[in-house]
């Protein structure tokens, strides 16, 4: 800014010494001059008068230009501090474009040889200024930029400099203190020759496309930047300057000039039209036998194919100052009696994009200083966007279009408040729309009553649902059998359904099957199988068949009822009619089947269901019966799918290997692995390291052994995973040498250490009494480049600890600080124990107020050091945690 300060000072010596400011010429005024370029009345020119040179200079190193750049800077401000926090997951933007809106190029323009744009334009010359990247800031728009920040916007620069500049425009950006945006957006190759306007738009466009964003605020200093397609709820225009102009082809809209003879004045929407005079003849409009104007067919396709043929281009716009507008407004205008209502509502019908029938309901006011829309237009919109929710801010949208027709004082219709009810989802917007039936006095009508019953279920009020249905009931309305469902469905939670299950029959509305399927969910819940089964039995008798759904849920209750043999004879009539169950129906049996112990009979369910068993379900309950701990049952059930398979599942197999390894059957898993290979089932990486897991927890160092040298001699080849389960389970069982050759083969591998790598090495060292080879292994992964993470340092803190080297674990615990890696509760419990055992109370202390401050929950353990620490007690308390990471680092407290 001191720069810029400077510049601008000796700019002004500059100018004043060729003179006083020339606001005016004779037979030519300079101010006028100005005005006609801002407002794009003169176009084609290419120099800045040599008699407004002078006063261009003047105005724009002066107070003026600072301070008009400014005023528009407090309002965008004042807007932003009146939007709300985001409601939804979308983030709210701010956009910016860049050249002379943010990045000043008034220093290139007060070149003597530019002198202000007294010259011709010169690309060439331009073009260099540009990539320099000394670009001073737009007075106010940083402070603007900061402000818009701090209230929670993400920012955006769309400009139209090319992608080539990114880096300088980035450094420039960042110098001047814009250091942080959410994007900036350059021209690239294949926006090349496309206009400022259509550009900026289509970059608008990409940014909502995927849903994350919400456009908000605008701030540009040409007209195309905010102009075309959401430009945002709000734009805000600074100084276009005519140095600006000098060099760009952004220029306002075109104004549109359209005189009759006999006309008045009227300015709507930002278009200069000049009316037809109330003076003309007055042609009437044929009418029907009621004497209602007939709507002419020939307008309404005319003008329908006007708006859709532009819509249809590559670049389709529903800005008002577009040309399917103007060409809509040229042709209206030519017709001898202008738009009606039911005409404008026609049109309105026949436009297949929400976007562009908006942009039209817009319009239309601006045909006619009597056009107003009523009721029925208003409506007819309100059902156009309620079918297309996925607009940005739709809900907003449709908020808005309401207010505006509530300050026109237009009463909407009970077609209206239904249509308002089956689109807004939440309480708060469907108490808007009964406020309006009193407001506009209507009456509430049956399918009235029905939308809203179906809004207050969408938004999960149960509660306002069951008093809508009441008051229905009251005024003896019926529902169909889909809202009947839905009601149902949403009351089952607190069995109010069973009211409603028995109005429903009373009112001849005969239940269905999803009806039944819904009761019969609600009390197999709250535990009443019998209901539940009486259900069935009647919608069997009833003729309804039931589907997957229906036989899973009364399944599923006769098993929370714990009717092990009701539930298999329903199963075997579920496969006796053909229909098959699913992972869901064979997981309910199995539960059921293992809390009453009768697991013997999952054979029988196999035998019935054997005509739909595959490899999957095999699979699945090879894994569901192994989590369960049925490692015997899972293992007969795994023998049964070699059987009837030629090759077994993969899954399966893994959750077998595991499932035997863990209950210590090692020579069935053994074998297991060699009927694998015999089958000729590929063995992945994955399957082999839940092998070593299952190996090094049992400290199978033989089995390990063997099975490695098998897996590097067949295949496939070890991850970064294999090699550090193996350097952990050899430390477990204490074999250092044999760990420490692991994590050489690994470094020598195409795999490389990890972090997890060196903690697990680090972990074997320590624990098994060599300490300082493991504090060496610590500082080459310094050196290395790894960070030491929360387990290394803990693990490292623990061994010196219990060494009683104290100093050296206080050491490493503030470097840990220090580095920015923040201990957990197991380092403050390791580090309270070495203090505590020590005798070091005071310090104990201390660090124990630090993990108050740090926010962390004290533990068991950390209570019981806690409670030594009181009782001045130092005797070893024996604890083993097991670490989240490396599966087997001990506890501080052995």
Not at 78 to 106: C, G, H, M, Y
Request: charged share 20%; proline share 4%; hydrophobic share 35%.
């Amino acid at each position: 800014m001191k720069v810029l300060s400077l510049f601008i000072f000796l700019a002004t010596i500059i100018v004043t010494c060729q003179g006083a400011p020339h606001h005016h010429s004779p037979g030519f005024d300079c101010l006028s001059w100005r005005l006609t370029v801002e407002t794009n009345n003169m176009r084609q020119w290419s120099v800045v008068p040599q008699a407004c040179v002078s006063y261009v200079g003047h105005y724009m190193l002066g107070y003026q230009y600072r301070k008009d750049v400014q005023a528009v800077a407090d309002l965008a401000y004042n807007f932003a501090k009146t939007v709300p926090l985001p409601r939804d997951l979308r983030t709210n933007l701010w956009i910016f474009d860049v050249a002379d809106t943010v990045l000043s190029n008034l220093p290139y323009y007060a070149q003597p040889d530019v002198a202000f744009g007294g010259t011709p334009y010169n690309s060439t010359k331009f073009a260099k200024w540009e990539q320099k990247g000394i670009s001073p800031a737009v007075p106010g728009i940083l402070d603007l930029y900061k402000k818009v920040q701090s209230l929670g916007f993400k920012i955006v620069f769309i400009s139209g400099r090319s992608e080539s500049l990114r880096e300088v425009t980035t450094k420039n950006l960042k110098n001047l203190g814009f250091t942080t945006w959410e994007k900036l957006i350059l021209k690239q190759t294949s926006d090349a020759g496309t206009s400022s306007q259509i550009y900026k738009e289509k970059k608008r466009n990409e940014l909502l496309a995927n849903g994350f964003y919400r456009i908000v605020g605008n701030v540009g200093d040409q007209w195309s930047d905010l102009v075309g397609e959401h430009v945002g709820i709000r734009t805000f225009k600074h100084h276009d300057t005519p140095l600006a102009n000098h060099r760009s082809d952004l220029h306002a809209p075109p104004l549109r000039y359209k005189i009759h003879s006999q006309s008045n004045l009227h300015l709507p929407n930002g278009l200069l039209t000049l009316r037809r005079s109330s003076l003309s003849p007055i042609i009437p409009y044929p009418t029907d036998t009621r004497g209602y104007p007939i709507p002419r067919r020939q307008v309404i396709c005319k003008a329908t194919q006007i708006l859709l043929n532009n819509h249809n281009q590559p670049h389709p716009s529903t800005s008002l100052s577009s040309s399917p507008f103007l060409d809509l407004s040229d042709y209206l205008h030519s017709l001898s009696l202008p738009l009606i209502l039911t005409e404008a509502s026609e049109i309105l019908k026949s436009l297949n994009q929400p976007s562009l029938a908006l942009s039209f309901f817009r319009f239309c006011p601006s045909i006619s200083p009597n056009f107003q829309h009523d009721s029925f237009t208003y409506t007819r919109l309100f059902l156009i966007l309620s079918k297309s929710p996925f607009i940005p801010n739709c809900a907003h949208l449709v908020r808005s279009i309401l207010s505006v027709m509530e300050r026109s004082d237009t009463r909407g219709t009970i077609s209206t408040v239904n249509i308002l009810n089956g689109f807004f989802g939440n309480s708060e917007d469907l108490d808007l729309c009964i406020s309006l039936i009193g407001k506009w006095k209507l009456s509430m009508n049956p399918y009235t009553y029905k939308c809203l019953l179906q809004a207050y279920l969408r938004s999960y009020d149960s509660g306002k649902a069951f008093g809508v249905y009441n008051e229905m009931r009251w005024r003896g309305h019926t529902l169909d059998i889909f809202v009947y469902n839905m009601l149902l469905d949403a009351l089952a939670k607190d069995q109010k359904a069973c009211k409603v299950f028995e109005d429903m029959k009373r009112k001849h509305c005969e239940p269905d099957e999803f009806t039944y399927t819904i009761m019969i969910r609600m009390n197999g819940k709250i535990g009443k199988a019998d209901e539940a089964l009486a259900l069935f039995q009647e919608m069997l008798a009833k003729g309804f068949s039931p589907n997957l759904i229906a036989y899973n849920t009364m399944i599923q209750a006769l098993a929370k009822g714990r009717m092990v043999d009701k539930a298999i004879f329903l199963f075997s009539k579920m496969v006796e009619n053909e229909c098959r169950p699913n992972e869901f129906t064979y997981s309910v049996i199995l539960n059921v089947l293992a809390a009453e112990g009768k697991l013997g009979r999952l054979d029988e369910v196999v035998e019935i269901s054997k005509k739909y068993m595959n490899k999957l379900i095999y699979a699945y309950l090879v894994r569901a019966l192994s989590k369960l701990g049925h490692a015997s049952e899972a293992h007969g059930l795994f023998c049964n799918m070699w059987n009837f398979h030629d090759k077994g599942d993969r899954d399966a197999c893994r959750s077998m290997l595991e499932s035997l390894y863990n209950a210590g059957k090692t020579t069935e898993a053994m074998d297991l692995l060699g009927k694998i290979h015999e089958k000729g089932i590929t063995t992945d990486t994955i399957m082999y390291n839940t092998v070593f897991s299952a190996l090094g927890k049992l400290k199978q160092i033989p089995h390990l052994h063997d099975i490695f040298e098998k897996m590097k001699q067949d295949g496939p080849s070890p991850d970064i995973f294999t090699y550090n389960i193996l350097i952990s389970s050899f430390g477990r069982a204490g074999k250092v040498d044999e760990a420490i050759k692991i994590f050489e083969e690994l470094e020598n591998s195409n795999c490389k250490a990890d972090t997890v790598s060196y903690n697990s090495l680090i972990n074997c060292l320590g624990k098994n009494g060599d300490l300082d080879e493991a504090h060496m292994r610590f500082k080459e992964m310094q050196e290395k480049g790894f960070t030491p993470d929360v387990v290394t340092y803990s693990t490292l803190i623990e061994c010196f600890g219990k060494t009683d080297k104290v100093e050296m674990a206080c050491r490493l615990f503030d470097e840990m600080l220090a580095e920015g890696c923040y201990p957990n509760i197991v380092t403050y419990n390791i580090l309270l124990d070495c203090l505590e055992r020590s005798g070091r109370t005071a310090e104990a202390v201390d660090l124990y107020a630090k993990l108050k401050q740090q926010g962390l929950t004290p533990d068991s353990i950390t209570y019981t050091v806690l409670e030594r620490l009181q009782s001045g007690s130092h005797r070893k308390v024996r604890f083993r945690r097991q670490s989240p990471i490396t599966g087997w680092v001990v506890s501080p407290l052995r």
